[in-house]
């Protein structure tokens, strides 16, 4: 059962800390995305990776995040560091030489 | 600026009935468009595409019509079923099909009430 997997499904954090959420793309995909939900924006693309190397990160604060492919099968998003507007659902998905993408089930980051 | 919109928050509609589902986008670039499906607590999940080639595509008890002169779109679900309940997201790309980012609408929740 080929998914994405998203680690880890909540956090919880203080303002000022760094946050680490991860991504396992399904196996065999070569492009990875990196997506963030609220409820003002909705759906936003944050960055993206394409057999590895970022294709786009026009979407990310570049101050305080930072995507990362350090193997084919992890992607990471870390942000540091964390203030409370980054509250957010983040989704990680994957696909293979076509638009339609699988997401994962998400990251709920909520930061205190 | 949203570049995709979907003007309805929220539409209701009876089981058995057709459902349908709106979206705008403006950048004239976008040559692919796509309709993801999203549960509580669970990642989208794609559902049915069209190319700007093509004015309608059919999947099941789905259909998605596009209309490139008005710069329009819209998902029919027919007929509609409890387990259509959902967010639906309207997404578009300018990659001809490739594996670039989408822009997304804000979505639209559908509620089928029985």
């Known amino acids: 059962d080929a998914r994405v997997t998203q680690t880890p499904r909540d956090k919880v954090t203080e303002m000022g800390q760094e946050v680490t959420m991860r991504c396992q793309p399904i196996l065999g995909h070569n492009t990875v995305f990196w997506y963030r939900q609220t409820m003002m924006q909705g759906l936003e693309l944050l960055a993206y990776?394409?057999?590895?190397?970022?294709?786009?990160d026009s979407g990310m604060p570049k101050d305080r995040f930072s995507a990362e492919m350090p193997d084919a099968t992890l992607a990471t998003l870390k942000i540091q560091p964390s203030e409370p507007r980054d509250s957010a659902v983040y989704f990680c998905?994957?696909?293979?030489?076509?638009?339609?993408?699988?997401f994962g089930q998400g990251t709920r980051l909520t930061v205190v | 600026d949203q570049q995709v919109k979907q003007n309805s928050p929220s539409l209701s509609v009876q089981e058995g009935r057709i459902s349908i589902l709106n979206c705008d986008y403006t950048?004239?670039?976008?040559?692919?468009f796509l309709w993801y499906k999203k549960y509580p607590a669970e990642g989208p999940t794609f559902l049915i595409s069209?190319?700007?080639?093509?004015d309608k595509n059919e999947d099941g008890r789905f259909t998605v019509f596009l209309n490139k002169s008005a710069k329009h779109l819209s998902l029919h679900i027919v007929p509609s079923q409890p387990g259509d309940s959902a967010v639906y997201f309207c997404a578009a790309s300018a990659s001809r099909g490739g594996a670039d980012g989408l822009t997304f609408g804000k979505g639209t929740h559908l509620i089928i009430q029985p």
């Open positions: 069209i190319s700007s080639i093509k």
């Open positions: 998905a994957s696909a293979l030489f076509s638009t339609e993408a699988f």
């Open positions: 990776f394409r057999n590895r190397a970022p294709l786009d």
């Open positions: 950048n004239s670039m976008f040559d692919y």
